[in-house]
């Protein structure tokens, strides 16, 4: 299609669209976002709006969907969910500023990680933009909060960067155009310019947004792939979002090995952040604990949660904090009742920079100003003494909002509801102006009724004629010769006077002059708002940590959990545990609450048996969810706890495929065992489930011994292996680091209750039929499931099973078991043997008889 064919619109469309092909183009018309072709279809399919079409040249028809301007967040924080970008474009013209085409040009490109507006943000969680500079055995890695202002970079181990993606969750993740880095993390991914990532452009990009001429005070300027993030993050904000780069004031280096790794799985199967049913928080961790009263607070403990520390000094002044709080109940409900009058300080401290903060929030932020005092004056013991520190009065800074504001603004700046009178004489006199032409005009009316005699006489306004007097087509012979007809309708005549003119000029050039005042006098407050932004940003952080503190010591006593002692030795001793959300969920005192003792003297391995439906993965997760919760400074649900310090926790829980990766349920557990052996230490704790399940009995016996004898020879990680292989317990026999346990079980004339109660000793029955009646399973199935168990038991003793009368006879689904020992025995070199061997092998040869 020939340009020439193309509507002056649609040939301007284009343009712009061809400048961001990967975005859904808003073009403004009139009172609507317009979306064209693809974009359209693709707009009206995700936000379930119609599909229209419109003709834009000769034979030109184009597909069409429109929202309309004012409901632009709503529809916009739809799309930007789903991992679209969008470029808002506007007009950049009035209509009486241009008689042919209106200009119209790209404002701002809206990204998933690039979000600033408050509508489209969740205020209790951080919305980050992330860049990967991956490396041949490290990478970079740089997020940044533009809400916040928080931006950090760090450098580490390759392998370490999945789960520190797990951790930040990100918006959006940018990556080199020509990387092979595939994230596991399923979230939006932008393909940047490989030169984005180069260390030494980014260096450059960095020390010119920071106005300095070294990275040294930034911690990066020897950790290339971490500048080189960092860049990146740089560069892809300057084309899409270029004020947020002129809010940007530091950056801050971090190291993870200051922290646990939480690998992807480890995060689902123990449900820290949602539930893994639901999706929600409700039913995780995260919604146990989150009592926060700001949402400085609730993003503050998503990041502790996801940041276990590894520091025992660190871990124990927060426990003391908690610990404080947690024994001053008054103190405590004081706090809590305080921390409500708190805004979001740290995003508005970032709005008031930014030009954008509303009247309304500079109020609320006076409000949270006002009680910073009162948090620190309840403040009166060490353990928080450096929170109350950053709890100061800022007396000037509510000075300045008092004066210059309104205590309840109205409408938006330059309406006249803004900047409280007695604030500035000349906007004071320009507001007595206005307010002494729209007297006159109020007055007109009475006094014209008066002077001509018409009762039905008023004056309006409309935008295109102005103040005008209407009459009633049946009062026009009283019309006076001074009024002059402006307008003829179907029942009445408008007319104007020189004096309405005259005081109409006035109200209209007051109005914006007045607008135009108050605006420039709302900015320039804005402005000495700014002055006071480190300060602000500090006591938000004050705010966040006092309140996710708070929000832990109002946890252990509504919950009745302990403060855990934290050690540096290879000792996890929990009294009465118990889990979390489980124990949320049921009445108070239902739990069935377990001891877990995993200590050199008594045995890093349990080995737990025990039917299915007993509370076995109730109690592994209680284990590990206990030891996390302690290693971020929380009180735990337990009657007591000693904690050895933990570098890492895994879990191998549950079974799942991944069909497009092309992997089978076994070859998923598989990866995962093998991601577990192989990164797992001596301080790591090792939540392991059914490993061998997933194949034939032999092979996964074969294959969850194995794992057991390496952790116990090899690995010495403090583990609770969980299995239905009943052969596994005979492993404690003749390996010392291993015990066994079992979820007790009563059984009473054929009925089968679950205790939920870990004892010693293992166990050789599974009761899985009982569990297939208790799901409702027919009743003949569950008869010819009993008779099918008692046909294959025999074949291990060798006794004959009865069978029911009315059953077939069945073909074995086993050969008996060949003669192995004698086998074994034949291919013995006796004499070469050594004592520790032959003693090896008896036990194996035992195990092969049992």
Known sequence: MSQSSLTPLRAQYLSIKKRYPEAIVFFRLGDFYETFDTDAEITARELEIVLTGREMGKGVKVPMAGIPYHAVDNYLARLISRGHKVAICEQTTRPDDNKGLMEREVVRLVTPGT?????????????YLTAVAPGDSEAGIAFIDISTGEFAAAQMPLARIESELERLRPAEIILPQDSLFQPIFKTPLTRADARDFEPESAAELLKETFSVNTLEGYGVAALPLATAAAGAVISYLRETHQGAVNGISHLSAYS?????????????????????????????????????????????????????????????ERQDAVDWL???????????????????????????????????????????????????????????????????????????????????????????????????????????????????????????RAATGIKNLKVGYNQVFGYYLEVS????????????????LANAERYIT???????????????????????????ILG??????????????????????TAFASVAAANSYVKPAITDSSDLLVVGGRHPVVEAGLPPGQF?????????????????????????????????????????????????????????????????????????????????????????TGKSLLIL????????????????????????????????????????????????????????????????????????????????????????????????ANEVLLELESLKTGAQPARSKQAPPQLSLFQPPQPRVAVELAKLDVDALTPRQALEKLYELKDIVE
């Open 115 to 127: 979000v600033v507006e408050p509508g489209l943000l969740d205020g209790r969680r951080n919305n």
């Open 256 to 316: 993870v090995s200051d922290y646990m790794a939480l690998d992807e799985n480890t995060v689902v199967n123990l449900e820290i952040f949602q539930n893994a049913t639901t999706r929600n928080t409700a039913g995780s961790l995260l919604g146990i604990l989150d009592v926060t009263r700001t949402p400085m607070g609730a993003r503050l403990l998503r990041r502790w949660l996801g940041q276990p520390l590894l520091s025992i000094p660190s871990i124990r």
């Open 326 to 448: 947690f024994s001053q109940h008054q103190v405590l409900a004081e706090l809590e009742r305080w921390l409500k009058s708190f805004t979001d300080l740290e995003r508005l401290a970032n709005r008031v920079r930014a030009g954008s903060a509303l009247p309304r929030e500079i109020i609320a932020l006076k409000r949270s100003l006002e009680a910073a005092p009162e948090l620190g004056r309840a403040l009166n013991d060490k353990s928080v003494a450096e929170l109350k520190a950053n709890l100061k009065e800022h007396t000037d800074l509510i000075a300045l909002i008092e004066q210059g504001l309104e205590a309840e603004p109205s409408g938006t700046v330059g309406e006249g509801g803004t900047i409280r009178a007695g604030f500035s004489a000349e906007l004071d006199e320009l507001r007595d102006m206005a307010t002494g032409a729209k007297g006159y005009i109020t007055r007109l009316e009475t006094e014209e």
């Open 473 to 488: 087509a049946a009062n026009l012979a009283q019309v006076p010769e001074r009024f002059i007809r402006k307008q003829t």
């Open 498 to 524: 020189p004096e309405l003119k005259e005081y109409e000029a006035q109200i209209l050039s007051s109005r914006e002059r007045l607008a135009d005042m108050e605006t420039a006098i709302y900015r320039r």
């Open 528 to 549: 000495q708002i700014t002055e006071f932004h480190q300060s602000l940003l500090a006591l938000a952080d004050a705010v966040a940590r006092l309140d996710t503190l």
């Open 592 to 680: 069935i609450a377990n001891d877990s003792t995993l200590s050199v003297d008594k045995g890093l391995l349990v080995i737990l048996t025990g039917p299915n439906m007993a509370g076995k993965s109730t109690y592994l997760k209680q284990t590990a969810l206990i030891v996390l919760m302690a290693q971020i400074g929380c009180f735990v649900p337990a009657a007591a706890a000693e904690i050895g310090l933990c570098d890492r926790i895994f879990t191998r829980i549950g079974a799942h495929e991944d069909l497009a990766a092309g992997k089978s349920t076994f070859m998923v557990e598989m990866v995962e065992t093998a991601n577990i052996l192989t990164n797992a």
């Open 689 to 784: 489930d059914e490993i061998g399940r997933g194949t034939s009995t032999y092979d996964g016996l074969a294959i969850a011994r194995a794992v057991v004898e390496y952790i116990h020879t090899h690995l010495h990680a403090r583990t609770l292996f969980a299995t239905h292989y009943h052969e596994l317990v005979a492993m404690a026999n003749h390996l010392p680091g291993i015990r066994n346990f079992n979820v007790a079980v009563s059984e009473d004339r054929g009925e089968v209750v679950f205790l939920h109660h870990i004892v010693p000793g293992g166990v050789d029955k599974s009761y899985g039929i009982h569990v297939a009646k208790l799901a409702g399973l027919p009743k003949p199935v569950i008869k010819r």
